[in-house]
């Protein structure tokens, strides 16, 4: 849905879909952003237009800061597109305070990011991982604008090997995630991981989230698919793991080594249940 004033929420779910973005995907991940959104008693906003049209499209995520203000929103949390959302997971603003910035985890900055004053001197070294972001008015200074310019925001950022083996992660799709790290310490925001969390709140293996940002997308299809209906195999040899829809070893989620696979999860969520 589209925001309107006359709903009176100062809660928000934000995504980022530009030129509509993989729509074989969102067919799959928003129906549950909305469901969600409707629990947690928020709107659901799709950012559309581009504020930042020289920069990266993840860039645009940057925009919530604007939003937050302009909307008046107290609280919003903002996943990525191809994110999947377990029908059950819990409201994340009952136990992320508003003057904390909280992602499901963090990265070492530094694997990722060439330093500046404002990494030195904070000293966390926390990467923030933006497909998922909890913030609120408080902590919209995570989306200050850039101050430098894309070849400086360019030069910082270096995938790291795996990243560079997907063959889908290059610089400029690490520049969101450079300019966020950087004003998260610019501006010595607190920081939490929903992974620790979990443990707090006794589910240490909570299984609410489903991202996967180092494949294709014809390979985020069947995984979403999967993962919401058939579940997610991992060789107990090699401990790959395979999604039934598009890998084909051997034998499906088994390595060429010996090894019967074991079944991680499965969601199962019913048709139907979403309304």
């Known amino acids: 849905m589209s925001f309107s004033k006359e709903t009176g929420r100062t809660s928000v779910v934000y995504t980022l879909n530009i030129g509509n973005y993989a729509p074989e995907v969102t067919a799959l991940t928003y129906p549950l952003m909305e469901y969600y959104a409707k629990r947690i008693d928020a709107d659901f906003y799709v950012i559309t237009e581009r504020a930042f049209p020289d920069w990266p499209i993840p860039v645009e995520k940057l925009q919530m800061g604007r939003l937050i203000e302009e909307q008046g929103r107290e609280r919003a949390i903002y996943f990525d597109s191809d994110t999947l959302i377990h029908p059950e997971l819990v ?153 039934l829809s598009y890998c084909a070893p051997k034998q499906p989620g088994v390595c060429d080594q010996d090894g019967a696979s074991l079944i991680l999860s499965s969601w199962n969520i019913p048709d139907g249940f979403l309304g």
């Open 91 to 243: 409201n994340l603003f009952h136990f992320v305070p508003r003057d904390t910035v909280a992602h499901n985890a963090q990265d070492m900055a530094n694997l990722r990011f060439k330093y500046d004053k404002y990494f030195l001197r904070d000293g966390r070294n926390c990467g923030t991982c933006g497909w998922l972001i909890i913030t609120s008015d408080w902590t919209a200074d995570l989306f200050h604008p850039p101050d430098i310019t894309l070849d400086e925001a360019l030069s910082r950022c270096s995938p790291t090997v795996s990243e560079a083996n997907s063959g889908v992660i290059d610089r400029e799709h690490l520049v969101d995630d450079l300019l966020m790290s950087r004003n998260l310490h610019r501006f010595g925001l607190k920081h939490m991981r929903l992974i620790d969390l979990w443990t707090q709140l006794g589910i240490p293996n909570a299984d609410f989230f489903h991202h996967i940002y180092t494949e294709p997308v014809e390979h985020k299809v069947g995984a979403i698919r999967d993962t919401i209906g058939k579940g997610k195999f991992v060789c107990p040899v090699c401990r790959r793991l395979y999604y």
